[in-house]
């Protein structure tokens, strides 16, 4: 199956090359906030986010009156990214040593480390590097005003939650409420753990945002030029289809299904051992718990891990070996049971495959993460989605129908996340001036005049699309079965109001207008022609100094994913997706109407008749759907 999204990039070198300070392109952008007392850092993984953390840190300790560092990460494993650092001889005024008797994840023993994280307060040190974990039992214990005069640095920040169950959550807002401290929160992830905020609105408007974006990473590499997000289907079990997906020359990390699944066997071991017997048979078996396998068509031998392993002896010997990978013949296959996380990387993956739909966001940006690593050995990297096809037979068809549309969705917003961004301005008719680089002027366009919008398309921009595309509403309408002004106009702008219900409604518009100009452009191909810049919209090319607004709105953002879809699964699939989107499709509402009404009135001065409930046309059958809600609402007001 061809990609559903192919985003190239422009091999720039500028995120890996380094400035005077000795600090990369993102890791600069991150240390010119470094003032802040509250600071939220985006960025993607493998970008320098800990290296980013030790500059600012470091200036704070030496040049802002801060006495300590705590760094908190969400596993042990991560602990060893905070050790000590050469800075000065790459140009920094200072090297990055903490006291090892404070590496508190070199030790599991949860109560001696709560006793050497008071030690530590009141110590000469002024570095200490813990778990999520042990600053949780650690506040406990402690009066907020001894973090006053310190900063604490949260990695992985998007394990945080405003949820009231949500510990570290409570921490935070403490600490924030009853002491001096500064904070350094750091994600990799563009998504808030796609429902639950990180932090209550009001707490996380007081911290200064840095957002270093994929696109800007993956652009400024050396060796990467392309990425592909695409999908495979299958009948009966997942390992009938490897044969076919699964290329043992790219180098692959595999993420079967969680066992509780529909996708898995409920046996995960066996289907270890039939991925294996697929590519050949096992030879021998390393000391480092590493399997030689010979495969079948041609006795190439292929070094494979297996992560899915419940020994636990077994799998830290794996890890081990797999953080030590110096070369690319070190490592053909790796065979996970979720994410892969274990405090490993593996720059050289060209290809991550991964079984089941995967519902958070979150999971999906770290697993594409694992093979958009910047390596010699590859300029293409591709994530595909095995995906099981709804079965008339099966009784769990509507859930199947549910994760396929699911997983086009994630796609989707993985482009945006993935792909370049643009910056929208109005044009007006006396405008002469060429838009700069990366901006596009579009007629009727309104410009967002309140710092509440302009900070949401600054920075939460994806949550809201995440918001958006994963409501039941949108997943429905996603095919086309709703008009286009339907989905921009009506559905959108009552997705927004509900995520931040503090916009009047003309922040909510504005809003609206960006979220459906930023989605229709980035989903669309622009070309260039002599001087003239076209761009695809609704099968036609549009010269882009005719861009505006109501031909914007008249665009479905997601037609061209479920076109490539319907082209790629059977006609019989194809219908049951259709049916089961007919048989939950949206309720008629006053506004739909009111929108739908104008386009009734010219379809009967088009055709001399009104629209066919019994249409094959879903646009035509929605207009007579219209008609009967208007009728029964009149029916029902002449009856009050």
């Not at 470091?58 to 000590?84: H, T, W």
């Not at 697929?278 to 718990?289: M, N, P, V, W």
């Not at 068509?297 to 494979?304: A, R």
């Not at 680089?437 to 007629?443: M, T, Y």
Request: proline content about 4%.
């Amino acid at each position: 199956m061809p990609n559903l999204v192919e985003v190239n990039y422009e091999q720039t070198g500028a995120s890996k090359s380094t400035n005077e300070f000795g600090m990369r392109d993102m890791q600069e952008k991150a240390y010119s906030q470094r003032d802040a007392k509250y600071l939220l850092l985006k960025a993607p993984p493998a970008s320098g986010k800990s290296r980013a953390l030790m500059f600012i840190a470091l200036d704070k300790l030496i040049k802002q009156g801060i006495k300590k560092v705590i760094v908190a990460v969400p596993e042990r494993s991560i602990g060893g990214s905070f050790g000590n650092t050469d800075l000065k001889s790459h140009g920094f005024y200072a090297n990055w040593e903490p006291n090892a008797k404070y590496n508190l994840c070199t030790t599991s023993d949860s109560k001696s480390k709560v006793e050497t994280f008071k030690q530590f307060l009141d110590s000469d040190d002024n570095i200490l590097i813990c778990t999520h974990a042990t600053l949780r039992f650690a506040f406990d214990q402690l009066n907020e005003s001894k973090f006053n005069n310190t900063l604490i640095a949260i990695d992985e920040f998007h394990h945080v939650s405003a949820d009231g169950e949500n510990k570290l959550g409570e921490v935070l807002r403490n600490l924030i409420e009853k002491s001096s401290c500064h904070i350094v929160a750091m994600t990799g992830s563009y998504f808030r753990g796609d429902s639950v905020p990180v932090l209550l609105p009001e707490d996380e408007a007081k911290f200064t945002k840095v957002t270093y974006n994929y696109y800007e990473q993956l652009n400024g590499y050396e060796y990467l030029k392309s990425l592909g997000i695409g999908y495979h289907f299958y009948q009966g079990r997942y390992t009938s289809a490897l044969d076919e997906i699964l290329d043992t020359d790219k180098k692959t990390i595999l993420h079967i299904p969680n066992v509780n699944s529909g996708e898995s066997t409920k046996d995960k071991h066996r289907e270890v051992d039939t991925i294996i017997d697929i590519i050949g048979t096992i030879e021998s078996i390393t000391t480092d718990g590493i399997f030689i396998v010979k495969r079948h068509k041609d006795g190439k031998l292929l070094k494979v891990a297996d992560l899915v392993n419940d020994d636990q002896k077994e799998r830290d010997k794996i890890i081990t070996y797999l953080r030590n990978i110096k070369s690319v013949d070190d490592m053909d296959l790796i065979i996970a049971l979720g994410m892969a996380k274990e405090g490993f990387d593996w720059p050289y993956c060209e290809h991550a495959l991964t079984v089941g739909y995967r519902s958070s966001l979150t999971e999906i940006i770290q697993i594409i993460g694992r093979a958009t690593r910047d390596s010699e050995n590859k300029t293409t990297s591709q994530f595909t989605n095995l995906i099981a096809q709804p079965d008339a037979h099966n009784d769990e068809v509507k859930l199947s129908v549910n994760n396929m549309l699911k997983a086009i969705t994630s796609s989707l917003l993985m482009e945006q996340v993935l792909a370049p961004s643009f910056t929208f301005k109005p044009r007006f008719d006396n405008d002469r001036e060429p838009p700069k680089k990366g901006e596009l002027k579009i007629k009727g366009f309104k410009k967002p005049t309140s710092k509440k919008v302009e900070d949401i398309i600054e920075s939460d921009l994806n949550d809201l699309k995440a918001s958006i595309l994963q409501d039941p509403q949108m997943l429905k309408a996603m095919p086309g079965n709703i008009e286009p002004e339907v989905i921009n106009e009506v559905l959108i702008p009552k997705i927004i109001k509900v995520k931040y219900p503090d916009l009047n409604d003309e922040e909510i518009e504005e809003l609206r207008q960006y979220v459906v100009v930023d989605s229709v452009v980035r989903n669309a191909e622009i070309k260039t022609e002599g001087d003239k810049k076209f761009i695809r919209m609704a099968d036609k090319f549009i010269n882009l100094d005719e861009l505006n607004i109501d031909l914007i709105n008249s665009i479905n953002p997601f037609q061209q994913a479920f076109e490539i879809l319907s082209k790629q699964v059977t006609t019989g699939v194809l219908k049951l997706i259709q049916e089961s989107i007919e048989a939950t499709r949206i309720k008629m509402d006053f506004e739909e109407a009111s929108i739908l009404w104008p386009k009734i009135q010219e379809f009967i001065k088009t055709h001399g008749r009104q629209p066919d409930i019994n249409s094959s046309d879903g646009k035509e059958k929605r207009m007579a759907e219209c008609i009967i809600y208007l009728k029964e609402e009149k029916r029902k007001k002449d009856n009050k």
